[in-house]
Structures are given as structure tokens and as C-alpha cells.
């Protein structure tokens, strides 16, 4: 009998320490989207050496510019993606509270109603997963589940929220967590 279908959409993904070598090795993802087509998410712990302004040529406010640009995966990575908060949003698609977006355009309105509470996360590239393809890493016990939250996200150092979480989960993940990246050098 087949098992029902989970969708991961809202949750973290983080490397369970059978993914070395790869684009994913020591990453967090969150899974914005997850159903039977497939799964598409954003790795929030590389960031790249640019700003949003280095990188996109457009007309954006300043505010946007300054920010710094986060690589969200090895698909396409010059498409635009982007992650949004503020105190109330009522057209959120992740989580509540947080939505999503693709559109230069959209982002340019962002910026120019950009308010003190919002905040804005930029990315190139994402990841994504083909019907069924997340769904076998599970089962292989490639990825590691964490409930995604506004702090996670928007708080928490890029470079160490794959530690900080796993640390989160209990004594059993922390050995992987202060692992060095190479064995050897233990």
C-alpha cells in the first residue's frame, strides 16, 4: 500500500550528513513549495560576495540594493527569487506571514513601500526536486526536517543556521553539528 503523500512545504530542510561534496553539503532549504509535480526551495545558507545592486540590473530603491544577495540553489541561477515578511500579510504562501516572489517588478514595489517592520531576503537560483525525486531523498534519510520560523529565516546567521538548528534538535545532532567540515581533521 502506498503511503500518503507529506507535503514538506514550510519545513527545513537540513543536510543529514550524506550529502559531502555537493552544492547541499552543511545547507539548510526551505521547501516553499511541495506537491505531487514536485518541490521547489531556496538553500538560505550561502550567501554570494555581491549586493542585490551588483547583481540586478534594474531600477530598485536603495533599500533593495543594499541587501545582500543569497545563491538559493544550483537550478537557474539567474532566476530571481525573494522572501518577504512583515507584521501582517495577508497574501503569504510559505508560512504565515511570509510570501514569495519572482517578479522584478513586485520587488520594485516592495522596496518602495518598504516599511521598518518588512523584511526582505534576495536570491539566485533555487532548488528544485522533480515528481517524486525529495520524497526518495526522505526515505534515503539524505535531509533532516526542521519546522521553519520567521526567526530561522530572517534572524539567525546564514553561515550558521545549519549548526544552530541541528544543535536545536537535541544531543542526538550534535556531534554532526561540531563535526569538522573534513574528518580528517578530527
Known sequence: MDTPFTSLKGQLLLDGGKLSGSFFHRTAVLVCNHDAEGAFGLVLTRTADAKVGDALVADLPDVIKELPLHLGGPVQTQALSYLYTDIFLPDADVLPNLGIGHSVEELVDLGQSYSPT?????????????????????????????????????????????????????????????????????
Request: aromatic letters at 14%.
Open 118 to 186: 518588512q523584511k526582505v531576503k534576495i536570491f539566485a537560483g533555487y532548488a528544485g526536486w522533480s515528481p517524486g525525486q525529495l520524497d526518495d531523498e526522505m526515505k534515503r534519510a539524505a535531509w533532516i526536517t526542521h519546522p521553519a520560523s520567521l526567526d530561522l529565516l530572517f534572524e539567525t546567521d546564514p553561515a550558521q543556521l545549519w549548526k544552530s538548528v541541528l544543535k536545536q534538535k537535541g544531543w542526538q545532532y550534535k556531534l554532526m553539528a561540531d563535526a569538522p567540515e573534513d574528518l580528517s581533521w578530527n
